[in-house]
T-cell receptor, first 113, second 113 residues
Framework: GEDVEQSLFLSVREGDSSVINCTYTDSSSTYLYWYKQEPGAGLQLLTYIFSNMDMKQDQRLTVLLNKKDKHLSLRIADTQTGDSAIYFCAELGVYNQGGKLIFGQGTELSVKP | DAGVIQSPRHEVTEMGQEVTLRCKPISGHNSLFWYRQTMMRGLELLIYFNNNVPIDDSGMPEDRFSAKMPNASFSTLKIQPSEPRDSAVYFC???????????FGEGSRLTVL
């Protein structure tokens, strides 16, 4: 079945780059997403990438997609303490055009001053 | 522009009681999703609606759970009778189109004693 895996924790120093990784199993995925959840809040869409793209850059965020290995990553440049949050990877398969996103478990990013 | 509005934000109840969670999606969005988040199981999709019609309720845990969307601006998730294992944060999200870009509410934290 469909599955999305992420490591649970990542700790970095302020100013460093953070790289959050995700693997997925559904080769028919059409879109892949990164969502951010701050404490006590709902998830917020950060960025997404269409499956025919390898890379997408949006200010401090860079998304890399390796479709062959079914691997997605999110790089945050110049990480700030305000980036501390849980980051969720999600995929939308071609058979789920009804909108059913499959989410990973989330990676908790801790940014130390 | 108001986001997705959920109520109540917090609810503490006793086992066996009925619980009703409410959601007002963003105006103009035609898809609505109910998710449940726990430490053990992560983020689970319970049910989603397109144009007020339930499309996929395969994530609803059991018959104790029911969801309705009587019109485009309101949805409820009901648990009757509630059990301690239902304790979780329940999120409502809406989407302006079918695929993937979800706008989440701040969640309803349910504690069943």
């Amino acid at each position: 079945g469909e599955d999305v895996e992420q490591s649970l924790f990542l700790s970095v120093r302020e100013g460093d780059s953070s790289v959050i990784n995700c693997t997925y199993t559904d080769s028919s995925s059409t879109y892949l997403y990164w969502y951010k959840q701050e404490p006590g809040a709902g998830l917020q869409l950060l960025t997404y990438i269409f499956s025919n793209m390898d890379m997408k850059q949006d200010q401090r965020l860079t998304v890399l997609l390796n479709k062959k290995d079914k691997h997605l990553s999110l790089r945050i440049a110049d990480t700030q303490t305000g980036d501390s949050a849980i980051y969720f990877c999600a995929e939308l398969g071609v058979y789920n055009q009804g909108g059913k996103l499959i989410f990973g478990q989330g990676t908790e990013l801790s940014v130390k001053p | 522009d108001a986001g997705v509005i959920q109520s109540p934000r917090h609810e503490v109840t006793e086992m066996g009681q009925e619980v009703t969670l409410r959601c007002k999606p963003i105006s103009g969005h035609n898809s609505l999703f109910w998710y449940r988040q726990t430490m053990m199981r992560g983020l689970e999709l319970l049910i989603y609606f397109n144009n007020n019609v339930p499309i996929d309720d395969s994530g609803m845990p059991e018959d104790r759970f029911s969801a309705k969307m009587p019109n485009a601006s309101f949805s409820t998730l009901k648990i009757q009778p509630s059990e301690p294992r239902d304790s979780a944060v329940y999120f409502c999200a809406s989407s302006p189109r079918v695929a993937g870009e979800l706008f989440f509410g701040e969640g309803s934290r349910l504690t069943v004693l």
